[in-house]
Each structure stands twice: as C-alpha cells, then as structure tokens.
C-alpha cells in the first residue's frame, strides 16, 4: 500500500509520526519516555476501549457506538429487515461465553429496529425495555424513543457514584481529577474514515471492516462496555524507581466476562488485596480489578510494593471511604467545579518541581467546560515567585510558537490528513499568560474532532496489516530535567512469562 508522492505507507506514518511527536512535545509539561517493555497486546482488552472512549469524548461512551449497524449486520451475513433482526432477538439466549456476544448482538438488533423506524417493531422491543441485561434494556428504550420519534439521552453515572469513586484515590497523591462522559450516541463512521482513507491512500471500506471485525472481537470476549467517568489519582512522589496511577472506571460492562478473559490470558495470575481481586496485566506491574458491572480499577506503579492495591482495595470494597488526600488538594477539591466534563487538581511536590515548568508553581488547576460545541480547557497555576512565574510563562510561549511553525511546515507537504488542520485550530487557539503569581493556560478542542480520533481507532486496534509500526524512532533530545531512557522505544518487548 503505498501514501501519495510516491513514500511507502509505513515511510508516510514513521514522518507523521515523528511530526506529532515533536509538536506534542513542545507544548506539554510533562513529558515520559514510553516503555520498552510495555506488552501491548496484553493491555488492549482492557485499558485501550477505556482510552478510546475518553479520547472519543464528544461522541460515542460506548464501544458499539464506533460500529455502523450496515457493516454489522453485513459482517455476520444477516439482512438489516423487521423480519431478520426479530428472528435474532426472538432466538433463544445461549450459556456460557457465547451469552456476552449474544448480548452485544441484541443490542445491535435493537438499534437497528430502531433506525429502520417500523412501528411493527414496537411490541417486540417493548419486551426488551425491562430486561435485566441492562445495556440491552437501554438500547431498547433507545429504539422505541427513535421509532416514535422522541428525544433520548442515556443515563450517566450518579453523583453518590462519583464521589465514592474520588473517596477511594488513596493518601498520597499530588494530582487527582475526573473526566466525565458526555452522553453518547452512535457515530456516524462512514464519511470520518473516508477522510482519512482519502488522505493516507487507504481504502475506506477496507478500513470500516477491519474496525467492525477488531470491535466485534473484543464484543464477543467481554461483551459491550460503556464508559460514564474514569477518576484518577497520580503519586506525589514519580521517578524512575518510585510512583502509582490508579484508574477508577464507573460505567456498564459485564465483569465476570472480564475477569474470565483475564484469567485465560495471563494465566490465572492474581493477587488479592484489600478484599479485591487484582490481575496482573504483564510484567510491568500493572494491576486490573473487575470489581462490578458498574466498577473497575486499574492501578499501575513503579513496582508492586509500591502500588496501593491494599488500600484502594479495602476502601472499594466497603463501598467508598474517608477522604485521605493531602490539605492541600482537599482545599482545591472543596472550591472545584466538579460538574464540568473534565478536571484535574495538582498539588505541586518536590517531586514535580524536578520539572523547571513546574518549579515556581505551588498549585494547578484544570477545568474543562462545554461552550458553544466546543471544548475549553483552562489551567491555572499559583506561585509566589511573580518572576520566576513569567519565566516559566515566556518560555512556554516560546515553545508554542516552535510548535505552531512545526504545523505549518508540515501543512505545506501535507496530503490533506484531517488531524493536521486540528491541531492547528488547538495550537492558533492557545493562549499563556501570567499576572503576578498566576499563570493561565487556555485552548479549546473544535467541535468535530471524529477523523483524527477514527485514526487512533483504527491504529489502536491493529491498523492495516501491511503497514508497519516504525522501527526506527527519531531522536529526540530529552527535555530539561529528564534523562534519556536506557532503551530504545522500538525494542521489542520481552518474551511474555508463563
């Protein structure tokens, strides 16, 4: 498969590649070295539908929402007629492994229903609207309200969840934040992947049946998942050596069918702790605990003793538990709007002033907020230094500039790739300021971000097989304060243990 001007597919994602590395890296703060050893294979089943419904925030929050009901129903030879999907739903329900893709199935019947708009179909789906599957119970109330031609929005997680969630981030963080799902909907694939086929030299409809056969995978492994907010807690204290991530989900999916999947993949390998029952992803310590249909906890680390299974584990496990966070963000979190779609709080530890983008601040805060089908993202940050603040803020500026001039010299040889204009609207849009003791970061996302967010679908999910990842990645100077990694990032990963 070969990308216009004559470059091999893989040669015209390696250059993309390295562009957006580069324009990435000079407008974040933080900046990690990806692991050498990460086994992504492992890690897809679980935390890559995660990411992709959090990145996809202003569309789909749930995996069927990336999946066309045509090219569905089309895969697994079935007419898209009242008559066909009714049989489906009328079949009896199997055991066993076969229930969760059976689930998923239903639920694709009842959408369809409902976009075929026949009323006939009205007493059927009404058997469907109690059931107590409860993603099959949504989609049926999704379809009667489309055949009758009502508004429906689907439920999100309550606020009692949401803050039982927070109140078991364990002691010990500096940053603690939320991101929460706007209500979805299915998306309308089609003309995103055109664009993006269009752009790169790909064949659309190839790449519709490669993301319809990989979703469908992972649908009848562990059934539907949808995501309503992922809270999260990073460590005070990060090195090479040192630091967790704990991931809290809240949302809907089938854990049994999760934790059965884990187990026939690793091994069996679990640890329990604090009353749950964590499995271990690979060698990296990183930990997974299907908790309920509603809940689900990752927690990550620098090494297993370090990580605080036990605690999060106790306090998940009785429900929720006493706020254990720092003064510091506790005085944040009171003065918090926690209703926007995302937020973060930071409190500034000697371990993160190692960064000299940090270094005069004692605080940040992120807000996220909804204007105008747009999302605007603001950062504030205190100190008490005012110059050592507008240093920090000038050097910033300096960088986004580097950044918006990387975008436009690769708009000049570009081929019409849909990210490329996004990311010049983020960067064009972006502002840093500083008053006194406060700096201010403010930019905001355009409203239709589905293109370039497809193309990180179809790549997260294993891309077209004749286009290879890059082995070779550019080097890139390590940025103040941190250390080059020992290995390079195209190594292969070590053989998996038994």
């Given at each position: ?378 950062v504030s940050g205190l100190g008490t230094d005012a110059a050592a603040v507008a240093k920090v803020v000038a050097r910033l500026n300096g960088e986004l500039e580097k950044a918006r001039e990387a975008v436009r010299e690769e708009m000049e040889e570009a081929d019409g790739f849909p990210g490329d204009t996004m990311v010049k609207e983020i960067l064009e849009a972006t502002s840093i300021t500083a008053d006194g003791g406060v700096a201010q970061f403010a930019t905001e996302l355009p409203g239709d971000g589905a293109a370039p967010l497809l193309q990180l679908v179809y790549f997260g999910l294993g891309g077209p097989r004749a286009l290879p990842a890059p082995d070779d990645p550019p080097e890139v100077a390590p940025a103040d304060g941190q250390k080059a990694p020992a290995e390079k990032a195209g190594e292969a990963a ?5």
């Amino acid at each position: 498969m070969a990308g216009e001007g004559g470059c091999s597919a893989g040669a015209d994602y390696k250059r993309r590649a390295t562009f957006y590395f580069k324009a990435t890296r000079s407008t974040l703060v933080f900046v990690r070295y990806p692991n050498p050893t990460l086994n992504t294979d492992m890690i897809s089943p679980v935390m890559f539908p995660i990411l992709l419904l959090v990145f996809a925030g202003g569309g789909g929050n749930d995996l069927l929402d990336f999946v066309p009901s045509d090219a569905y129903f089309k895969a697994a030879k079935i007419e898209v007629t009242v008559p066909a999907l009714s049989a489906l739903l009328e079949a009896p329900v199997p055991e066993g492994a076969a229930r969760r893709g059976d689930s998923a199935r239903r639920q694709m019947a009842l959408r369809a229903l409902g976009e075929l708009g026949d009323d006939g179909a009205l007493p059927l789906i009404a058997k469907y609207v109690g059931s107590d599957d409860p993603l099959v119970a949504d989609y049926a109330r999704a379809a009667r309200a489309a055949i009758e031609g009502k508004e429906y929005r689907r439920e999100g997680a309550s606020e009692e969840d949401l803050r039982l969630d927070l109140s078991c981030l364990p002691s010990g963080v500096g940053v603690i934040g939320r991101v929460t799902m706007k209500p979805g909907a299915p998306l309308d694939v089609v003309e995103q992947l055109a664009l993006v086929g269009k752009a790169e030299g790909w064949d659309a409809a190839e790449m519709e049946s490669e993301v319809v056969r990989k979703i469908g995978e992972m649908v009848s492994q562990i059934g539907n998942l949808r995501l309503h907010a992922l809270t999260f807690g990073l460590a005070g204290k990060v090195g090479n050596d040192t630091g967790f991530l704990v991931l809290i989900a809240r949302g809907l999916y089938d854990h049994k069918a999760l934790s059965a999947m884990l187990g026939d993949r690793i091994g069996g390998v679990r640890r329990k702790a604090g009353g749950l029952t964590f499995h271990e992803l690979d060698s990296n310590n990183m930990y997974v605990a299907p908790v309920s249909d509603q809940q689900l906890v990752f927690i990550a680390g620098a090494s297993t003793d370090q990580m605080p299974l036990a605690e999060v584990g106790a306090k998940v496990s009785a429900g929720g538990g006493d706020f254990t966070i720092g003064k510091t963000l506790a005085k944040l979190l009171d003065k918090a709007d926690k209703g926007t779609p995302g937020w973060a709080l930071v409190e500034v530890t000697e371990s993160y002033r190692e960064s000299p983008f940090l270094k005069p601040f004692d605080t940040l805060s992120l807000q996220a907020k909804e204007v105008g089908g747009r999302l605007k993202f603001t950062v504030s940050g205190l100190g008490t230094d005012a110059a050592a603040v507008a240093k920090v803020v000038a050097r910033l500026n300096g960088e986004l500039e580097k950044a918006r001039e990387a975008v436009r010299e690769e708009m000049e040889e570009a081929d019409g790739f849909p990210g490329d204009t996004m990311v010049k609207e983020i960067l064009e849009a972006t502002s840093i300021t500083a008053d006194g003791g406060v700096a201010q970061f403010a930019t905001e996302l355009p409203g239709d971000g589905a293109a370039p967010l497809l193309q990180l679908v179809y790549f997260g999910l294993g891309g077209p097989r004749a286009l290879p990842a890059p082995d070779d990645p550019p080097e890139v100077a390590p940025a103040d304060g941190q250390k080059a990694p020992a290995e390079k990032a195209g190594e292969a990963a070590p053989a998996e243990e038994d």
